[in-house]
């Protein structure tokens, strides 16, 4: 069967090293890079690393998604870093019984059971965090909601999972940029770990440059405190520990024998795969909502018109937001959450042909990694039509204003087959939660109107701050919120954190 990709350059010593060295810290720029040069199908070499063979259409991505564990894996490479960055139990570092065992043991977060937890945290971290905001728009002050977006979600996970409260936000604006030990740990890692999927030779070059201890500490503290928290819950009376009705409790419970490194990976690993993802969703979907107005004030009109904004929204009102949700995966398909990712052929292959492309059905050898970019793919005007590179939520609703999900894997943000992820439906709710008790309340526009960049990552993180001027929208400003003794007054929208509050309603 002829093979119609169509290489670059290479020279057999070194492959592509000399062409990919100057693309090393942005790997998603070069896959573009390749993509607009040659097309849905590349390849190409590095040393220490073997073939790579670049699968940016839909039907190809479907194989390697369906046979995933069985004719592909995530390769000795990405299960090794994933293992040092989030522990050898988690889902993401894990293949066979080890995978399988802690996707059980992370399944009780997306139950049912769990959805009381949840808005009970999102009403105590995110009603309250709207005071920043509030104060920020009376004092004036430029803040960076990237950053707000990220502590806000920490907290929200700290409580929700672990009950526990982790002060990243006050009410006090400024708070923005104090540093904090858990975000700077976080981002060490992350950096580090992203930066280890093209260095064959990392285990040896961290011992030379420091890095591999600046890893190892900030690891460390990230255990500690996980580790911490699941043993003073441990320690607690059957009666004490019978108030949680937490994640943790429901790991917890009836399990005095289990490996205690097996809850902490799982819990390392939600909080890492829940607060980037989610925002980054929120930032880039503010980027996208300030260059088209029009769809803040659909949304805007969506919240006010369904919910009091009150309190958060509940689990199950998700399905009348519709507009929030088509923004949040049209944010997605131009904004990929895991921009591009890899698996290694576990055995020798032959990829589907596309014949209405030209394509016959093409070979892959045992140990080739097959890689594709979901951020390029979902741009594809061959596959999402002419205006495939335009923000435009309404391909997401059907003639009656209801929500369609687009098919898997041609939007393929959540990933597909058996390790599609399992937040996709929490993080849905969390985006759409936030957004509808924020912007009913405030004009955000960013300091600048630019175009922005990504740094590269195992995500897509926004590379530069997200710098924004609030407003308070007295034009649709239905409820405000106060303390009872405040009542009166009249000038704060929201006052008070924790417990005490009370919520005052005005038409
Ligand atoms: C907008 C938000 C999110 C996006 C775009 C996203 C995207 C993804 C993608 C593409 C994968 C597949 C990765 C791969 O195949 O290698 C994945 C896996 C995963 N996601 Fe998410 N995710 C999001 C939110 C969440 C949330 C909120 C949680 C948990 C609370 C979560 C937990 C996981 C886990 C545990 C996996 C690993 C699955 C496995 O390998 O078995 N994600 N996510």
Request: charged share 20%.
């Given at each position: 069967v002829p093979i119609p990709w169509a290489p670059p350059d290479t020279s057999d010593s070194v492959g592509n090293l000399l062409d990919i060295l100057p693309?090393?810290?942005?790997?998603?720029?070069?896959?573009?890079?390749?993509h607009s040069q040659y097309g849905?199908?590349?390849?190409?070499?590095?040393?220490?690393?073997?073939?790579?063979?670049?699968?940016?259409r839909p039907e190809w991505l479907e194989h390697v998604r369906k046979n995933d564990m069985v004719v592909y894996g995530k390769g000795e490479r990405t299960l090794v870093m994933f293992t040092a960055f989030l522990g050898?139990?988690?889902?993401?570092?894990?293949?066979?019984?080890?995978?399988?065992t802690s996707r059980k043991v992370i399944k009780p977060i997306f139950a049912s059971a769990q959805f009381d937890a949840t808005l009970r945290a999102m009403n105590e971290i995110l009603m309250p965090a709207r005071e920043l905001l509030s104060n920020a728009a009376k004092q004036d002050v430029v803040i960076d909601f990237n950053e707000f977006f990220g502590r806000l979600l920490v907290m929200i996970f700290y409580k929700m999972a672990l009950s526990s409260d982790i002060a990243l936000l006050t009410p006090d604006p400024s708070c923005l940029s104090e540093p904090h030990m858990l975000l700077a740990d976080a981002s060490?890692?992350?950096?580090?770990?992203?930066?280890?999927?093209?260095?064959?030779?990392?285990?040896?070059?961290?011992?030379?440059?420091g890095v591999g201890e600046t890893f190892a500490a900030a690891r460390g503290r990230a255990d500690k405190l996980v580790d911490d928290i699941i043993a003073s819950r441990r320690k607690m009376s059957r009666e004490a520990a019978a108030a949680y009705d937490d994640f943790l409790s429901t790991l917890l419970q009836g399990t005095d024998e289990v490996d205690p490194v097996l809850f902490r990976d799982c819990i390392i690993t939600l909080l890492f795969a829940s607060k980037d993802t989610t925002q980054?969703?929120?930032?880039?979907?503010?980027?996208?909502?300030?260059?088209?107005?029009?769809?803040?004030?659909?949304?805007?009109?969506?919240?006010l018109s369904r919910d009091t904004q009150e309190r958060a929204i509940p689990y199950d009102n998700l399905?009348?937001?519709?507009?929030?949700?088509?923004?949040?995966?049209?944010?997605?398909r131009l904004w990929p959450g895991v921009p591009k990712n890899s698996r290694v052929a576990l055995q020798d292959d032959v990829l589907p042909g596309i014949p209405e492309l030209g394509y016959g059905p093409i070979k892959v050898d045992?140990?080739?990694?097959?890689?594709?970019?979901?951020?390029?793919?979902?741009?594809?005007?061959?596959?999402w039509g002419p205006d495939a590179k335009e923000f435009n939520p309404a391909r997401h609703l059907d003639a009656d204003g209801q929500f369609v999900k687009p098919s898997q894997p041609k939007f393929h943000a959540f990933g597909a087959g058996p390790r599609a992820c399992p937040g996709s439906q929490s993080a849905t709710y969390q985006f759409v939660a936030i957004w509808a008790s924020i912007l009913p309340f405030f004009d955000i526009k960013p300091v600048e109107m630019k175009d922005r960049y990504w740094s590269d990552g195992l995500t897509?993180?926004?590379?530069?701050?997200?710098?924004?001027?609030?407003?308070v929208d007295w034009s649709t400003y239905r409820l405000q919120y106060s303390r009872a003794d405040e009542e009166t007054n009249g000038t704060s929208l929201y006052s008070g954190v924790g417990a005490g509050l009370s919520y005052a309603v005005y038409s």
């Amino acid at each position: 069967v002829p093979i119609p990709w169509a290489p670059p350059d290479t020279s057999d010593s070194v492959g592509n090293l000399l062409d990919i060295l100057p693309h090393l810290a942005d790997m998603l720029s070069y896959f573009s890079k390749l993509h607009s040069q040659y097309g849905d199908l590349v390849t190409f070499t590095l040393p220490g690393f073997g073939r790579t063979i670049i699968i940016d259409r839909p039907e190809w991505l479907e194989h390697v998604r369906k046979n995933d564990m069985v004719v592909y894996g995530k390769g000795e490479r990405t299960l090794v870093m994933f293992t040092a960055f989030l522990g050898g139990w988690s889902p993401f570092g894990a293949e066979g019984m080890r995978w399988k065992t802690s996707r059980k043991v992370i399944k009780p977060i997306f139950a049912s059971a769990q959805f009381d937890a949840t808005l009970r945290a999102m009403n105590e971290i995110l009603m309250p965090a709207r005071e920043l905001l509030s104060n920020a728009a009376k004092q004036d002050v430029v803040i960076d909601f990237n950053e707000f977006f990220g502590r806000l979600l920490v907290m929200i996970f700290y409580k929700m999972a672990l009950s526990s409260d982790i002060a990243l936000l006050t009410p006090d604006p400024s708070c923005l940029s104090e540093p904090h030990m858990l975000l700077a740990d976080a981002s060490t890692q992350n950096s580090i770990s992203s930066g280890r999927i093209f260095n064959p030779w990392w285990q040896f070059t961290e011992q030379l440059n420091g890095v591999g201890e600046t890893f190892a500490a900030a690891r460390g503290r990230a255990d500690k405190l996980v580790d911490d928290i699941i043993a003073s819950r441990r320690k607690m009376s059957r009666e004490a520990a019978a108030a949680y009705d937490d994640f943790l409790s429901t790991l917890l419970q009836g399990t005095d024998e289990v490996d205690p490194v097996l809850f902490r990976d799982c819990i390392i690993t939600l909080l890492f795969a829940s607060k980037d993802t989610t925002q980054n969703a929120l930032s880039w979907s503010l980027h996208e909502l300030s260059r088209h107005p029009d769809w803040v004030d659909a949304m805007r009109n969506e919240a006010l018109s369904r919910d009091t904004q009150e309190r958060a929204i509940p689990y199950d009102n998700l399905a009348n937001y519709p507009i929030h949700m088509a923004v949040l995966y049209e944010t997605l398909r131009l904004w990929p959450g895991v921009p591009k990712n890899s698996r290694v052929a576990l055995q020798d292959d032959v990829l589907p042909g596309i014949p209405e492309l030209g394509y016959g059905p093409i070979k892959v050898d045992k140990g080739d990694n097959v890689a594709w970019s979901d951020f390029e793919m979902m741009k594809n005007e061959a596959v999402w039509g002419p205006d495939a590179k335009e923000f435009n939520p309404a391909r997401h609703l059907d003639a009656d204003g209801q929500f369609v999900k687009p098919s898997q894997p041609k939007f393929h943000a959540f990933g597909a087959g058996p390790r599609a992820c399992p937040g996709s439906q929490s993080a849905t709710y969390q985006f759409v939660a936030i957004w509808a008790s924020i912007l009913p309340f405030f004009d955000i526009k960013p300091v600048e109107m630019k175009d922005r960049y990504w740094s590269d990552g195992l995500t897509i993180s926004m590379r530069d701050p997200l710098l924004v001027r609030l407003k308070v929208d007295w034009s649709t400003y239905r409820l405000q919120y106060s303390r009872a003794d405040e009542e009166t007054n009249g000038t704060s929208l929201y006052s008070g954190v924790g417990a005490g509050l009370s919520y005052a309603v005005y038409s």
